[in-house]
């Protein structure tokens, strides 16, 4: 039996704003605060498949997430991908099959459904679109990149759900550009949509900088300090970072620290860097609560995730906000969009070790400025709750206004 949100169900918007369901795998901080600002303004249920998964440290409960929710019946299956640059598989992830996502949809009775990428949620909230008569939107975050070397079997299922989209969301240039692969005609698609609650970062980070120098002693830094944010693992380019160091202690000037907040089975090699490279020291925090990583936006210089997949990171648009210069990874779908709006810094390739060093002992030399205040209100503004809640209306109204072509609903309780 599914589980149903322990919030009243409400109607902020009114009784005749469009019913919308998004369905998607389980609840993060980083969304919550966009889901609440679209709860505003629609009448939105978001069903998640689980409320986490094993690999997840947050916590938070029901009452924290200020939306209407509810979790469906589902079934999780781990799973390993090869990734191209690794030569190995990836870390597991999880594939959520929510088999109590139709009845749910039909009780709700959807205007439109918005589904999640291209598993098995998605199917079901395209299948019951095509039944119950309402619009169906793909959210896709993949890139031609993360997306390589996929079967047939699995490009065709991508096909088939892109194409039977009346509307699509992605995060940015490079979402979209993968979803013209799949066959994605002149349906509307709105970029942009991703985000966090941008200010309320901002002003967190920006708190914490007049006790810079505590904070520095605080987590034990000095000199340069490098921030990572992130899964201490393969596929976050740490083997590649961690040569790079080396490499670049050659012939970079004075300390350096790299601040490493996650977890991962790569730990332990990246501590024995320290100890092959003069100047440079390393300080590993492990899984570091999401209230106190603007602590360290505060205390370091740059920032640098040099992942080798990724669709587009919540943490490169965390470092954007707070104005501090990072070194973008090539394969970050967010890189591109981010340096195109103003933050600072450049990309690199990190699996070019040498190219990789040669940038992180410039950076460490000499650690370029902040980005300008009106950048990083441009780039806060964008990313932030009530533009991603705008943009998100503005593709709902854009599917319905061709509703009177399909077919309509059933009633409420029909198969």
């Known amino acids: 039996m599914e589980e149903s949100s322990t919030r009243a169900e409400r109607n902020p918007a009114g009784d005749d704003a469009p019913r ?26 978001v069903f998640f498949n689980s409320w986490t998964e094993p690999d997840r440290n947050w916590e938070f409960t029901p009452d924290d997430l200020d939306y209407p929710h509810e979790i469906v019946r589902s079934y999780t299956i781990p799973y390993r991908r090869r990734n191209r640059l690794l030569g190995t598989a990836n ?15 039909r009780r709700f009775r959807p205007d439109v459904a918005i589904g999640p990428a291209f598993g098995p949620t998605s199917m079901l909230a395209l299948g019951y679109a095509k039944i119950g008569g309402a619009r169906f939107i793909l959210w896709s975050e993949g890139t031609r990149h993360t997306e390589a070397g996929l079967s047939w079997l699995r490009r065709k299922q991508r096909t088939m759900i892109t194409t039977g989209a009346h509307g699509y969301w992605t995060n940015g240039q490079l979402s979209s550009e ?10 509307p698609v709105e970029e942009g949509m991703t985000g966090i609650d941008t200010r309320a970062f901002q002003s967190a980070v920006a708190g914490h900088r007049p006790n810079r120098a505590q904070l520095r002693e605080k987590y034990g830094v000095s000199g340069t300090t490098f921030l990572f944010v992130g899964a201490v693992s ?11 160091f080396k490499l670049a202690g050659n012939s970079a000037f004075g300390p350096a620290t790299l601040l490493v907040a996650g977890v ?82 450049e990309i690199f390739d990190p699996a070019d070790v040498t190219g990789f060093a040669e940038t992180l002992a410039r950076y460490w030399t000499a650690p370029p400025p902040l980005s300008d205040a ?37 009633a409420a309780g029909v198969a």
């Open 20 to 45: 919308v369901a998004l369905v998607t795998n389980i609840p993060t901080p980083y969304r919550n605060p966009c889901y609440a600002a679209l709860a505003r303004l629609c009448n939105l249920k």
């Open 91 to 105: 870390a597991t992830t999880y594939a959520q099959i929510g088999i109590g996502l139709p009845a749910c949809l």
């Open 178 to 187: 993968l979803l013209l692969d799949y066959g994605r005609g002149n349906q």
């Open 234 to 244: 393969q596929r976050k380019g740490v083997r590649q970072m961690a040569d790079a």
């Open 264 to 345: 991962g089975k790569e730990s332990a090699m990246l501590a024995a860097v320290a100890s092959e490279t003069p100047g440079l020291r390393i300080v590993q925090l492990g899984f570091v609560p999401p209230h106190r990583i603007p602590e360290l936006f505060a205390a370091a210089d740059v920032f640098v995730l040099p992942t080798l997949s990724d669709n587009w990171s919540l943490a490169v648009l965390e470092a954007a906000v707070t104005g501090i210069p990072q070194l973008f990874s090539c394969y970050n779908g967010g890189s591109q969009d981010l340096l195109a709006a103003g933050a600072a810094g």
């Open 374 to 410: 009106a950048e990083l209100d441009h780039i806060a503004a964008y990313y932030g709750p009530q533009a991603f809640a705008d943009r998100a209306m503005k593709s709902i109204r854009s599917v319905l206004s061709a509703e009177q072509a399909a077919p309509s609903r059933p």
